[in-house]
């Protein structure tokens, strides 16, 4: 009976199948496709329509990979990948294959036919489908051209029908760069009808580059331009790399459809213009992430390295109100606002949908900027994170928090200042409608305070004082918590600040308070968290989670 259900029903029944954070930039969750695959072995018309959903984003599954070396120690990551690799090198012809060497030196093409066996008993069975037909998000990995990995997988990934038997690892690198840059440009050339584009790195073989740009640039199998529907573009440009065909100037011309658009590194005033009339000549942008590095960040407050870069960015801001009805996303890491001038301000004025603004270690958020605060009435999700609050003006964060007092539903406000007491009395007084609280060090009377008004809080993460008397406070809180709050987060917890008797007067004046607390997550190097304080947790039907803080390395979708 299952082979008979319409093709319409089973594809939308095998779409629903994968988890929307696959699709999500912003989650690094190693996402399972057991469901889909077990899909594709019930039938031959089962495996013909889940087949290219299960290939549709193959590579959003090793996203962090992309992005962050910290992932590549997290067990099996990098096995499946590169059997991912694999699967998809399986779908070139192998007419194709014997073509790679045509085009290389003397000495190589020697080498090449050596290890080349196209016997038939070398080459594996070709597959039901031409996977890479099938793919919608493409990102282009380093580890592709990690020679010490390739080495390391090679038993994996590498073709059955090339031996490697007896040639020297240098040998092996010179060949499977050939085959895998065969292999990128053939993923480029057939995957058709991409939505996601990723570029997290600046590839240095610019002919390689401009070629593989090329291809991408084909019709599908429909007669299509392949990128009309791209929805998502992320770019990253290594430092002072300006060589070869500037992206942004060939994409103009394929490319206008875009939802999100994700762009690191500006290092030169040409690469500033032509991001800016990209921008502008985008239908309906919806998510701009503009991103600078850390690196560089800190030599330009600390020398005024790169002072050309104000510039730069004035050029792309001033752009943004092109897309002042659609854009209601913007995130900023690692920007100067210090020079901005008064174009670029006035188009940040004239952004009246923003929905979601995300500050992350921006530079010199000044006065300056009150004007653009007062303009962010519409505002849901407001993050600021620095390291110091020295340089961000209270002025500026104390008038976007009263423009969005009515619409205001997140805020997280992280830094390392010991305290912003103008700003925490703010909340209380003017965000009422609160959801999600994610702030710094707070004292108990600023906590009462927030709990009292913010009555609708279903998330909220603080660190505490250190003022001895959190304990005796801690025990009559319960009775003040809303009573929708299902989670609290205690962060930089390295010795606890009540007992287990307190926790249990807490606990018991949440359930006097008709508390719906679910969570309570102490982040810290506690060695006092015994197993008395999970039992007082488990008799309130409330799960305690403690664990050490793990640092890896950002990722930029901040």
Known sequence: MASFLLLECLEKVFLNLLDETLLDTNCHANISTRDLYSCTLVSRHWCRIS???????????????????????????????????????????KSEIEQINLSNSHDEQNLL?????????????????NYITFIR??????????????VRYRKIWFPPFISDINITENQFSKISIHIINYFVKFLCEYCNNLITLEFPFSIQNDEFFNDTIELLFGKNCNGNNKLNDLKQLYYTKNYGNERGKDLYLTFSNNVFNLNLLYNEKINSIEEANSLSQFISSQKKLQHIILSENRRDSAYYVLFGYNSNIDSYY????????????????????YIPFGKINKEALNSLCLLK????????NCIRIDDNLIA????????????????????????????LLQSSSSTLIRLVVNYKKSDCQSLLQQIPLHLNSLIHLDLAKIYSDELILIFKSCTRLVYISVILSNDELWGIRFMNLGKLIPRNLLKIQLKEMDRLLFDNKQLKCFFEEC????????YLEIIGNCDNIKKEYSNVANDFSIQLITYSPVLPTPVPFL
């Open 511 to 518: 359930v006097n308070n008709d508390s719906k607390l679910k």
């Open 51 to 93: 087949t290219p959903v299960l290939y549709a984003y193959p590579f959003n599954h090793f996203r962090r990979l992309a992005y962050s070396r910290f992932y590549y120690n997290i067990p099996n990551l990098l096995l499946s990948y590169f059997k991912l690799i694999r699967t998809l090198l399986n779908c070139i012809p």
């Open 137 to 150: 998000s493409l990102i282009f990995d380093k580890l592709l051209s990690d020679s010490d990995k390739l």
């Open 353 to 360: 949908n923003i929905r979601v603004l995300k500050l992350h």
């Open 314 to 333: 004035n050029i792309v801001l001033n752009s943004l109100s092109a897309q002042s009805e659609s854009l209601q996303t913007l995130e900023f890491n």
């Open 113 to 129: 036919s050596e290890v080349f066996h196209f016997d038939e008993k070398f080459y594996s069975s070709k597959p039901m489908f």
């Open 372 to 399: 653009w605060a007062k303009n962010l009435t519409r505002l849901e999700v407001f993050e600021l994170v620095k390291y110091q609050i020295r340089n961000v003006s209270e002025g500026f964060l104390i008038q």
